[in-house]
């Protein structure tokens, strides 16, 4: 599968998600995980797709830059998801009321989410978007309230995952599971290819 002739046919991850790691799995990929450590606030006027794109690039730089000389020549993949309510948006939760909020406001209606994914390789930064529309059904607080004391909400932008029990509240969605996920595969898979790191 591998193109090139990289040593140990290995990509950096700069993450610290474990989702991300099992996608690029199923991709037939495994990564040494350097995460970078950046400053994750919205700036003033930046809309949702603005801010993922930005974070996505600047994980990618970060690690690139932090990364020890023999590591530079390999590809470095970066990722950043956030969930959009009426062009809000909403990160992951700070508490459990944080995240009860959240819930509250996304049952019932249809949001965003938007993981951008980042290729960092021979020098140069690239970034995909995937952009996917969710509608949540309808919500009771003592829905809301088992849940949150599951902990699966916790680490998850917009209080919750599709992959998890809250799968089960999930009417449809339209655009990509595996960028709602975290990594956007047709993406990643995308960039890595036209950079010959992949040829499947
Ligand atoms: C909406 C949704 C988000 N998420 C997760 C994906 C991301 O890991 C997380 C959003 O946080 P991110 O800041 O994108 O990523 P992270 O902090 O987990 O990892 P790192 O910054 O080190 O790369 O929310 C799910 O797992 N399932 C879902 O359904």
């Not at 193109?3 to 290995?10: A, F």
């Not at 993450?15 to 991709?27: A, D, H, T």
């Not at 965003?112 to 059904?137: D, K």
């Amino acid at each position: 599968m591998w193109k090139n002739n990289h040593k140990n046919s290995t990509i950096i991850l700069a993450s610290r998600s474990p989702r991300r790691v099992e996608l690029l799995k199923q991709i037939g990929l495994d990564c040494k995980i350097f995460p970078a450590d950046i400053d994750e606030s919205q700036l003033l006027d930046e809309s949702p797709v603005q801010y993922v794109t930005r974070l996505a690039r600047e994980k990618a730089a970060a690690c690139t830059a932090l990364l020890a000389e023999e590591y530079l020549d390999y590809p470095i993949l970066a990722a950043d998801t956030t969930v959009a309510l009426s062009g809000m948006v909403l990160g992951k939760p700070i508490d459990d009321d944080d995240a009860r909020d959240m819930l509250n406001k996304l049952a019932a209606g249809m949001h965003q989410v938007h993981t951008a994914v980042a290729l960092s390789f021979n020098g140069a930064i690239e970034v995909l978007l995937s952009s996917t529309n969710v509608e949540m059904m309808p919500l009771s607080a003592e829905q809301i309230e088992k849940y949150i004391a599951t902990g699966d909400h916790r680490d998850k932008a917009g209080s919750y995952g599709i992959q998890g029990l809250a799968g089960a509240w999930i009417k449809r969605i339209e655009g990509s599971y595996t960028g709602v996920m975290g990594l956007p595969i047709f993406e990643t898979a995308a960039l890595l290819r036209k950079h010959c790191i992949i040829t499947i």
